[in-house]
C-alpha cells in the first residue's frame, strides 16, 4: 500500500528553521521523485520543492530559493525539507507527493496535477 507520511511541523517565528520528513511507504525512492507542496489559507496548492529518483536533482520554487533544501535518504526511505530564514509567509500545510502512476515517476514536475499520491499535510506557522 502506497502511504506518504508528513511530519516536524509547528510553530516557529521569523528567521528560524523547521526540518520536515516525508517517510515512503509501499514503493521505493530509487523510482519515484518526491515533490513538496503548500496550501495557504485561501490561497491554491503550490510547488515547493522536488527530488528526482535517479540522480537526486533538487528543483525549488523561486520564493524558497537560498532558504530551502531537499534532501532524501533511500536507506529510511524519507524525504526532507529543510527550511531555514522562515518568513511569516511561508506559514501554510506543507504536503509530500509522489507521481506513482506515471511511467516517467522518477522526474520531478512542478504541477500538483502530476502527482497522485498525496501524504496527510503538516502545519507550518511563522509567527512571533
Known amino acids: 500500500q502506497v502511504q506518504l507520511v508528513e511530519s516536524g511541523g509547528g510553530l516557529v517565528q521569523p528567521g528560524g528553521s523547521l526540518r520536515l520528513s516525508c517517510a515512503a511507504s509501499?514503493?521505493?525512492?530509487?523510482?519515484?521523485?518526491i515533490g513538496w507542496f503548500r496550501q495557504a489559507p485561501g490561497k491554491e496548492r503550490e510547488g515547493v520543492s522536488c527530488?528526482?529518483?535517479?540522480?537526486?536533482?533538487?528543483y525549488y520554487a523561486d520564493s524558497v530559493k537560498g532558504r530551502f533544501t531537499i534532501s532524501k535518504d533511500n536507506a529510511k526511505n524519507t524525504v526532507y525539507l529543510q527550511m531555514n530564514s522562515l518568513k511569516p509567509e511561508d506559514t501554510a500545510v506543507y504536503y509530500c507527493?509522489?507521481?506513482?502512476?506515471?511511467?516517467?515517476?522518477?522526474?520531478?514536475?512542478?504541477?500538483?496535477?502530476?502527482?497522485?499520491?498525496w501524504g496527510q499535510g503538516t502545519q507550518v506557522t511563522v509567527s512571533s
Open positions: 527530488i528526482s529518483s535517479s540522480d537526486s536533482a533538487e
Open positions: 509501499g514503493f521505493t525512492l530509487d523510482y519515484y521523485a
Open positions: 507527493a509522489t507521481r506513482y502512476y506515471s511511467n516517467y515517476g522518477g522526474l520531478c514536475r512542478d504541477t500538483q496535477y502530476e502527482y497522485d499520491y
